[in-house]
């Protein structure tokens, strides 16, 4: 824990603190901190610090880098000097390191800096470690240096300590490392160059550092370079600013790139986002129903073959690309899942649900899983697509990228969109610079394109629906977690999606050639209704159905009337003669000829015995019905039927298909149970989201109330010897370390109620704990607890 940091945290006033917790969501994550020096432990863990530099843009990185390059905590001047620029440019960023706790103002003024900071970068702007990291390692001895110092033409005498300084201020000195490099080899100027503008750290010829007369062997005796393998040498930090020059600056970029933007038509883009949306939540609705039919196999290696993506394509209307997008979200939505049984992937519970939503949730159920997918189901690797839900080592990577590249399309105005990629992506590249640039820009294409199929952008432009997506990049969630994100039920983005399908068509207009056209975006409802009664034969701006016998007669398969199909496509629109004389025709002659399953065939050659058995009151459960005077028809298999008619006092024995008697053993175990075709789902009552932070501004007033009152664990061990007298000694301890250190604990009271606790502090004999169970802070009394253990 830094005690500066500590120190720094006591003097800040409530609004200040609250800028800090606002920053730093991850230090009042439950279970929130109720002291400052345990505050302080949260700011300075290291993945939390590092977690928050992913999401800095490239100016508070680059005064990161200068501080640890200048050392020694610099002042806002000597940074400022440093970057070759002035103070008053350097305050407001240096500001947004102070609002995030990765680097504070001492009492002095100095800047001080987390301690993660150092170990995330080895090598800030390029440079290597102190000389005296090298001249004070294991590797060089006393006698080494000794060596080097009579090689300087500096006085060997005193200590390791006392050379290392001596050494280090020679190389330091741009003027004495001129009149040192004066004196060296042919081609150790060009050769300490490179080091000093390309490395630290470069792969040499390990030989030539042992052969006298190289360039390489004569720097590496005078401190210039260090060998820290056989083919790898670096420069130390201060030789490369020595041989940069007293002119070198750091690098500052304070203002974003310019990014050239060009005039979109406003209502173009609207059109757009009013097109998409209900054509994805067809496409997906489609594509699952598909799934639902027929089983979308896996590779042998994980993931979703060339050919069945053809195939599913094909068989549902939707174009390859829209195919491989919507099975990775609809994966990652828990739509679909891998059923081992069914041998690939099939539709889930969550789909049954899912389809039953009103349709602005479930496209925002879609646009939540796109926004937290760790995969591009579009990026282009050396010109072809990735395997659909294969592994993709770059999957986290990729997810920030999307969030980064939304998120740098905000700064263009409405009814501008951007002029170049290229541009794009180094606007990209300043808003978040820790990604990995070649990534990035491969990436960014297919990543967009996948954006304009959700309808979040069109004409190179965000739509209304895309910022609203793009405001949530700090509560993106992750793909592998199935709570619900906040992404779904965010207000704004809900006040989008119903208006992006709020222009959708709930009308068609009926042709006496049997079409029907919808001009514009069809609802979901009506497409699906459409699709039920009729062919599609056209999409787009405007979408054609085509009424035929063979159409007509599908619906009625599936369980239709005439009236009801002429009551409900009367609902959408006007009905010609040509279509109602269609459908009633096909509804006439439906049904003339009829097919009946039967479980199987009694027969016997008694028409009196079998009349018997068709009129017995405890066989009526088998359905008998007699189709001639020998043979009767059972909806019950042939299994059933046996067992009942033996449990009503006959005799019956199983034929085999030749009419011979067939011998049936029983399986020595599990029971076949026939479900009956087709499912009946429900809606789910939507889950609860956890419990969110304290707000900042509140939690701020209770940290300074908790400094101000001065609550400390000085008497921690005599309250809880003298109060938890329940408790034998280690036990006590233990609850002890609950209290000073937050370790934690089962604790159990005399009631039997058991609880998890930790974070805790004693006030007016009760143990105040953090409690796992309720999810906040309880009052426990210490002589009701009668047990602790480790937890």
């Known amino acids: 824990m830094d ?33 400052i020096d345990a505050l302080a432990q949260r700011l300075g863990n290291t993945f939390a610090v590092m977690e928050v530099m992913r999401g800095l843009p490239l100016p508070p990185l680059e005064l990161l880098q200068a501080c640890l390059v200048i050392g020694g905590r610099p002042t806002e001047d000597e940074l400022a000097r440093f970057l070759g620029v002035s103070t008053s440019e350097v305050i407001p960023w240096l500001d947004r390191l102070h609002d995030c706790a990765l680097a504070w103002p001492g009492s ?75 004196t060296a080899p042919e081609g ?100 699952l129903e598909n799934t639902d039919k027929t089983t979308l196999p896996l590779l042998k290696n994980g993931g979703v073959g060339v050919r069945e993506i053809r195939r599913v394509a094909k068989e549902t209307g939707t174009s390859e690309e829209e195919t491989r997008l919507l099975i990775e979200v609809c994966a990652v939505a828990r739509l679909l899942a891998l059923d081992e049984k069914a041998g690939g992937l099939v539709p889930t519970d969550r789909f049954d649900a899912w389809r039953l939503d009103d349709a602005p949730h479930r496209l925002r159920v879609l646009l939540a899983a796109w926004w937290r997918m760790e995969r591009s189901s579009l990026r282009r690797v050396d010109g ?8 993709d080592p770059a999957g986290e990577t990729l997810a920030r990228i999307r969030r980064a590249v939304l998120g740098a399309l905000t700064d263009v ?47 190179d432009s965000l739509t209304d629906l ?5 405001a949530l990049a700090a509560v993106a969630g992750d793909e592998h977690d199935d709570s619900v994100p906040e992404v779904e039920h965010d207000p704004a983005l809900a006040e989008c999606s119903t208006r992006a399908l709020a222009s959708a068509q709930r009308t068609a ?75 009633n025709d096909v509804a006439r002659r439906h049904g003339e000829v009829t097919v009946t399953s039967v479980g199987c065939i009694v027969q016997g050659s008694d028409p009196g015995l079998l009349a018997e058995i068709a009129g017995h009151r405890k066989l009526a459960k088998l359905g008998l019905r007699q189709l001639a005077p020998t043979v009767l028809a059972s909806t019950a298999p042939a299994d059933r039927t046996l067992r009942a008619l033996r449990e009503a006092g006959y005799a019956p024995v199983p034929v085999n298909d030749t009419g011979d008697i067939e011998i049936r053993r029983e399986p020595q175990g599990g029971r076949l149970i026939l479900l009956p075709g087709g499912r009946v ?30 609550r400390q664990s000085g008497h921690t061990w005599a309250l809880i010897g003298r109060l938890a007298s329940r408790l034998p000694t280690a036990q006590q301890s233990l609850l002890g370390f609950v209290v000073d250190r937050g370790v934690r604990a089962l604790i159990t009271l005399s009631d039997g109620v058991t609880a998890t606790v930790s974070h805790g502090e004693l006030h007016s004999g009760v143990l105040d704990a953090w409690c796992e169970e309720a999810g906040d802070y309880l009052e426990f009394p210490l002589n009701e607890i009668a047990s602790v253990t480790a937890s």
């Open 3 to 35: 005690d500066h940091l500590i120190a720094w945290l006591t003097t800040l006033d409530e609004d200040r603190l609250a800028r800090v917790l606002a920053n730093r969501p991850d230090a009042i994550a439950p279970p929130w901190p109720r002291r």
């Open 108 to 182: 002095d003024g100095r800047i001080h800096l987390a301690e993660a900071v150092a170990r995330w970068w080895t090598a800030p702007c390029g440079l290597g470690e102190p000389l005296a990291q090298y001249l004070e390692s294991w590797a060089l001895n006393a006698e080494g240096l000794r060596r080097m110092c009579r090689t300087l033409g500096i006085p060997p005498a005193g200590g390791k300590r006392q050379m290392t300084a001596r050494v280090t201020a020679l190389l330091s000195d741009p003027d004495k490392l001129g009149d040192l490099l004066s």
């Open 188 to 287: 150790t100027v060009g050769l300490l160059d490179d080091f000093a503008w390309d490395g630290p750290v470069r792969s040499v010829d390990g030989n030539r550092f042992v052969n006298p007369g190289t360039p390489e062997k004569w720097a590496q005796d005078r401190g210039l370079l260090f060998r820290t393998q056989w083919d790898v040498a670096e420069m130390p930090r201060e030789v490369a600013l020595g041989l940069r020059g007293p002119e070198y600056h750091g690098p500052f970029t304070p203002y974003p790139p310019d990014l050239a933007t060009i005039p979109v038509d406003r209502e173009a883009v609207d059109l757009a986002m009013a097109l998409a949306a209900p054509h994805l939540l067809d496409r997906a609705t489609a594509l």
């Open 384 to 391: 072809r697509y990735p395997v659909v839900l294969g592994d």
């Open 413 to 459: 105005e409405p009814g501008q969109g951007f002029a170049t990629l290229q541009e794009l992506v180094q606007s990209v590249h300043w808003r978040a610079p820790l990604l990995d640039r070649e990534l990035l820009a491969e990436s960014a294409p297919g990543l967009l394109e996948e954006a304009r199929l959700l309808g979040l952008t069109a004409c």
């Open 466 to 470: 895309g910022r609203a997506l793009a």
């Open 509 to 583: 207009l009926f042709g006496a050639d049997l079409t029907a056209v919808v001009t514009g975006p069809p609802a979901v409802e009506l497409t699906a209704l459409l699709d039920r009664v009729a062919t599609r034969e056209a999409k787009g701006a405007a979408s054609i159905w085509r009424f035929s016998p063979a159409t007509v007669r599908r619906a009625l398969d599936a369980g239709s009337t005439a009236d009801e199909l002429l009551d409900e496509l009367g609902q959408v629109g006007t009905l010609p003669q040509p279509l109602v004389y269609l459908i």
């Open 681 to 710: 789902a429900e809606l789910e009552p939507p889950p609860l989201l956890t419990e969110p932070p304290p707000d900042p501004h509140e939690h701020a007033k209770r940290l300074i109330k908790s400094r101000d009152d001065g």
